[in-house]
């Protein structure tokens, strides 16, 4: 039942009743999305989208850090703190102003990597546990 056995009619027969298949499994697949989507309320006026995050608390301060960190990193970059190679490096600002803007720079740019550490230590004590 392949294209490539028998003369031309035999594979021309075979060739139309792969594409018929193919054509009604499309058919029922767009049959059961278009079930599932009208009985999920899809095309309805005032539907929402349901989502099990919610933005809490934690977003916020975390968002809020985020926030100021870029803020001061931007800051020493504007008035020319900070000189921005591959790596930035405080210029033109000495003292306590390039710390704090290289402190903040630093602490945006380890983000993330704190956050990993907090969940690889949250993981490592809940494994314990079990």
């Not at 594409?19 to 009604?24: F, K, R």
Request: aromatic content about 12%; charged content about 15%.
């Amino acid at each position: 039942r392949d294209i490539s056995n028998g003369n031309l009619f035999q594979r021309a027969k075979n060739g139309l009743k792969i594409i018929s298949i193919l054509i009604t499994w499309a058919l029922e697949n767009a049959i059961d999305t278009a079930d599932s989507m009208k009985s999920r309320g899809y095309g309805l006026k005032g539907r929402t989208s349901f989502s099990n995050y919610r933005f809490t608390l934690r977003d916020g301060i975390c968002l809020g850090v985020l926030a100021a960190l870029g803020g001061i990193v931007l800051a020493g970059s504007l008035t020319g703190g900070l000189k921005w190679w591959y790596y930035p490096a405080p210029g033109g600002a000495t003292g306590v102003q390039a710390a704090l803007w290289t402190a903040a720079f630093v602490l945006l740019a380890a983000f993330p990597l704190i956050f990993d550490a907090k969940e690889a230590i949250q993981w490592r004590a809940s494994r314990s546990r079990t």
